[in-house]
């Protein structure tokens, strides 16, 4: 994860590291957003993020992208 933020600075190309915040969550809370290795009989599902998961990462991304000011205002809710 170093290189890839080293050469995403280096490139000026924004990152948003949502592994670093996975990582900082208990361990059942991560668990709960992946599908279970058993829970669906479909080739290599299992170890994807679940809806759970998927709903949380875009959440994260929303977020930085709003902190960040790289939102455009007709997606954070201005009319403007």
């Known amino acids: 994860m ?3 933020e080293k050469e995403a ?3 000026g190309i924004p990152l948003i590291n949502v592994l670093r915040i996975f990582r900082s969550l208990p361990y ?6 992946f599908i279970p ?3 669906i009989n ?3 599902a299992g170890g ?4 759970r998961g998927n709903e ?3 959440r994260v ?3 930085e992208l709003k902190k960040s000011g790289s939102f455009p205002k007709f997606f954070n809710g201005s009319n403007q």
């Not at 059942?28 to 957003?33: G, I, K, L, Q, R």
């Not at 994807?48 to 809806?51: K, T």
């Open 2 to 4: 170093r290189f890839i």
């Open 61 to 63: 991304i929303y977020e």
């Open 28 to 33: 059942e809370n991560v668990a709960d957003m």
């Open 48 to 51: 994807h993020l679940n809806n």
């Open 56 to 58: 949380f990462v875009a």
């Open 37 to 39: 290795e058993w829970q």
């Open 9 to 11: 600075q280096t490139l």
């Open 42 to 44: 479909y080739l290599n």
